[in-house]
Nanobody, 121 residues
Framework: QVQLVESGGGLVQPGGSLRLSCTASGTMLSIYSLGWHRQAPGKVREFVALVRWGDGDTYAADSVKGRFTISRDSTNNTVYLDMNNLKPDDTAAYYC??????????????WGQGTQVTVSS
C-alpha cells in the first residue's frame, strides 16, 4: 500500500519562509512524479510544483516561480518544497501528489492528507 507522509506546514509572516517535505513509501514499480498542489478555501485545487522522477526535471506554477523551489532525495523517495517570500495568497492546504506505477501499463495518482500553510501578520 502506498503512503505519503507530509510535514512542514505552519504559520508564517509575509516575507517569511517554510519548507515542506513529502516521503512516498510502499510497493511501487516506479515513480513517475512527486510534487505539490494546494487548495485555498473556496477555490479549486491547483498545481504548485513537481519533480519528474526519471530525469529529475522540475516544473513550477508561474505564481510561485522565483519564490518556491522543489528538490528531491531520490534515495528516500522524498521531495522538498522550499517556499520563500511567502505572501498571504499562498495560504492554503498543501497536498503532496504522487504519480506512480503500481501495476504494469498504468499510472495512478496518490494524494497526501495535506498540510496547512498560513501566511499572516
Amino acid at each position: 500500500q502506498v503512503q505519503l507522509v507530509e510535514s512542514g506546514g505552519g504559520l508564517v509572516q509575509p516575507g517569511g519562509s517554510l519548507r515542506l517535505s513529502c516521503t512516498a513509501s510502499g510497493t511501487m514499480l516506479s515513480i513517475y512524479s512527486l510534487g505539490w498542489h494546494r487548495q485555498a478555501p473556496g477555490k479549486v485545487r491547483e498545481f504548485v510544483a513537481l519533480v519528474r522522477w526519471g530525469d529529475g526535471d522540475t516544473y513550477a506554477a508561474d505564481s510561485v516561480k522565483g519564490r518556491f523551489t522543489i528538490s528531491r532525495d531520490s534515495t528516500n523517495n522524498t521531495v522538498y518544497l522550499d517556499m520563500n517570500n511567502l505572501k498571504p495568497d499562498d495560504t492554503a492546504a498543501y497536498y503532496c501528489k504522487l504519480e506512480a506505477q503500481i501495476v504494469r501499463n498504468r499510472v495512478d495518482d496518490f494524494w497526501g492528507q495535506g498540510t496547512q500553510v498560513t501566511v499572516s501578520s
